[in-house]
């Protein structure tokens, strides 16, 4: 199975951090946090990655061309030009990163990279800046049962993000921001199925509203409820947050 990462947003509110380079690229502990993220899907046995970058996209393909390079103690031979690594790979994982646009949308990202994606089988899709503890396996089998177009991991974090009207497992409808407690809210991890590839129009279309909102108006959209950790890294207090959490080993989206 297959995970795609959407990478290529500018990061705005995290301007302090993303002038310099792509906002999965901030690190927490001393890896980017799509490297956090990576793992915790790695840890659920998904190891073949398709990274939609964007803004600063050629930063991703040189973190990852050089990340064995980073992790291991490497002989050079400057005769012959050989490279030998002393440690087996950290992260023993299928990387693509694919050039989606600097301006497209969430949804026009992942019609984007349809190329790399097997037709065969569900995909699993995440944004590049926020951890969680979530049960993706227990969520690709939930996705499984349901036998909808998407599932969406459902949450309940504060009142700034959109919410979701949920009956039993199914999300009937996308609405604007609500007191907290008061409906869950799209926490980003999902699971879905290459048919959905034929509900994006093209590179405007946003992956939040457009295809979601559709798709809960068809009674094709799965909520999946997660009661666990999540956490965004939105702004620089909770990128601060998060590396607390981490330096005091108390990071609860580490389950690798």
Known sequence: M?????AGGRGSRLLEETVVRPKPLV???GRPIIWHIMHIYAHHGI???VVCA???GYQLKEYFANLALHDSDVTFDLGTGGVEYHQPPSAPWRVTVADTGPDTMTGGRVRRVREYLRTDEPFCLTYGDGVADVDVTASIEFHRSERR?????????SARFGTVAIDGGQ???MLEKHPVGAHPVNGGFFVVEPAVLDHIDGDDSVWETDVLGK???DGQLSAFQHDGYWQPMDTMWEREQLEEQWRAGDAPWKVW
């Open 2 to 6: 297959q995970a795609v990462i959407l």
């Open 27 to 29: 690190e927490i502990g």
């Open 47 to 49: 190891v073949d990655f």
């Open 54 to 56: 964007g803004y600063k």
């Open 149 to 157: 177009l998407v599932t969406m991991t459902a949450v309940r974090p």
């Open 171 to 173: 999300v009937t409808e």
């Open 215 to 217: 798709l809960a108006a």
